[in-house]
């Protein structure tokens, strides 16, 4: 097979969560640990850092990765959904894997796939982990993909696991409760390894500290160390100063991050946080930790997170699609000064509508697309229960069309925003 028809095979053979949903979810890892007997255990062969939560986790994978790399370390980055290109899940040094990598994978272990039928997920971590395996990264950072309890991420045993954060999402699969999710998060804590949680909350905080005591793991509240505040001042669009401050040592450390979005001041610490409890695991400094923090799309390739498109009109993209994501994403978007706020705007269609559309600003110009993915939301239904909730605009079936459009209505101080799903902004990167 050449690439493009083994990755035809991957999203055709085998079901897909990005594409189909819950029903690509597992509730065991019985073919996970099949495939990983089969390959040899690769995840034995390389330490690893794990990383869980409902946001953030992709920001704080990719900025603990890109430290490491400051470090000196060959760092091994494993991180999903993709937004462009399949290899943007696993990377080495911010390098994707190779495709004749991808190729040679699925060659080699085609016949024992077709016989145990791992899903998509399960295939591409078991792809990953062989691949660090034999690239003899010194470490890995291991996002998990949906939850952590039952995550086919979660065969590892690491140095040290992280949950950044709990919020509304997947709750059909994870619970509908922020302790029930909090619960499936904390499924990554093992035995003896230290755990930081980047937010303390009271649904979850006794959940956390309970699972921590059960397995014998040093826990720490990321927030309850560091204070993070960011200033935009004299910074560019997509740019923010941060000074962090420890609250035990009253030590700051300040630079500047590529990240511009609010929510950083909440993963910013859950990352310096990990490394002050990997010191002595661990060779590094304060100054890898800055310059990890301030090259971080450089090194690892990050895309998606309050991403500058263009600067007249300012156009704007980022992954965020919960409750939670998108409050951050409005109030940032609110203190922007603008003459006109337009919204390109689609979901999947399991999103709990009526936690997410409440968020959104009603004073505001909607196009309501849909991405090209399965489990996208029609733009039409979208178009008609955003209504109910005093959002209005047209709907554009597909999201090239309707950031043309928006591109084609604004005037030079109007702001465009893109997002809603990942999917979408993979559209329209």
């Given at each position: 097979m050449n690439y493009p028809e083994t990755i035809k095979f991957l999203f055709s053979q085998l079901p897909a969560y990005h594409q189909i949903g819950k029903a690509a979810y597992k509730n065991n890892l019985d073919t996970t640990l099949a495939l990983d007997e089969h390959l040899g255990h690769p995840h034995r062969k390389f330490t690893s850092i794990h990383v869980a939560g409902t946001n953030g986790k992709g920001s704080v994978s990719h900025m603990i990765a890109s430290v490491l790399q400051e470090a000196g370390y060959s760092a091994g980055l494993y991180t999903s959904p993709h937004l462009k290109d399949f290899r943007e899940r696993i990377r080495i040094n911010g390098i994707m894997i190779p495709e004749e990598e991808v190729v040679t994978f699925v060659e080699n272990n085609r016949s024992f796939i077709e016989s145990i039928k791992p899903s998509f997920f399960e295939m591409t971590v078991g792809m990953a982990f062989d691949y660090?395996?034999?690239?003899?990264?010194?470490?890995?950072?291991?996002?998990?993909?949906?939850?952590?309890?039952?995550?086919?991420?979660?065969?590892?045993?690491p140095v040290i696991s992280v949950i950044t954060n709990i919020g509304h999402d997947h709750m059909d699969i994870l619970g509908d409760t922020l302790a029930a999710i909090a619960a499936e998060k904390a499924?990554?804590?093992?035995?003896?390894?230290?755990?930081?949680?980047?937010?303390?909350?009271?649904?979850?905080?006794?959940?956390?500290?309970?699972?921590?005591?059960?397995?014998?793991?040093?826990?720490?509240?990321?927030?309850?160390?560091?204070?993070?505040?960011?200033?935009?001042?004299?910074?560019?669009?997509?740019?923010?100063?941060?000074?962090?401050?420890?609250?035990?040592?009253?030590?700051?450390?300040?630079?500047?991050?590529?990240?511009?979005?609010?929510?950083?001041?909440?993963?910013?610490?859950?990352?310096?946080?990990?490394?002050?409890?990997?010191?002595?695991?661990?060779?590094?400094?304060?100054?890898?930790?800055?310059?990890?923090?301030?090259?971080?799309?450089?090194?690892?390739?990050l895309a998606g997170r309050w991403q500058v498109l263009q600067h007249v009109p300012l156009i704007i993209c980022d992954t965020g699609h919960n409750k939670e994501g998108l409050e951050y994403i409005v109030r940032q978007l609110n203190k922007i000064h603008r003459k006109t706020l337009r919204m390109v705007i689609g979901f999947v269609n399991d999103k709990d509508l009526e936690l997410v559309l409440p968020v959104l600003p009603r004073d505001a110009v909607y196009y309501f697309t849909k991405a090209s993915v399965e489990r996208a939301l029609n733009e039409k239904i979208l178009k008609e229960r955003a209504e109910e909730y005093g959002l209005s605009g047209n709907s554009y079936p597909d999201v090239l069309t309707a950031m043309k459009t928006a591109i084609d209505d604004a005037s030079p101080d109007d702001v465009i925003f893109i997002g809603g799903s990942t999917f979408v902004v993979a559209d329209c990167l």
């Open positions: 660090f395996a034999r690239q003899t990264v010194d470490i890995a950072v291991i996002e998990v993909g949906l939850g952590g309890r039952l995550d086919s991420t979660n065969i590892i045993s499924g990554i804590i093992k035995e003896g390894v230290p755990v930081v949680i980047g937010e303390t909350m009271t649904e979850t905080k006794d959940v956390f500290i309970s699972k921590a005591h059960e397995k014998g793991s040093e826990i720490s509240f990321a927030d309850q160390r560091f204070s993070c505040r960011l200033d935009d001042e004299g910074m560019d669009a997509g740019e923010r100063k941060y000074t962090i401050r420890d609250k035990v040592t009253e030590e700051v450390l300040s630079g500047i991050t590529p990240l511009g979005g609010d929510y950083q001041a909440k993963n910013i610490p859950a990352v310096v946080e990990t490394f002050r409890r990997l010191h002595g695991k661990l060779s590094f400094t304060s100054q890898n930790i800055k310059d990890g923090m301030g090259n971080v799309i450089r090194n690892t390739g």
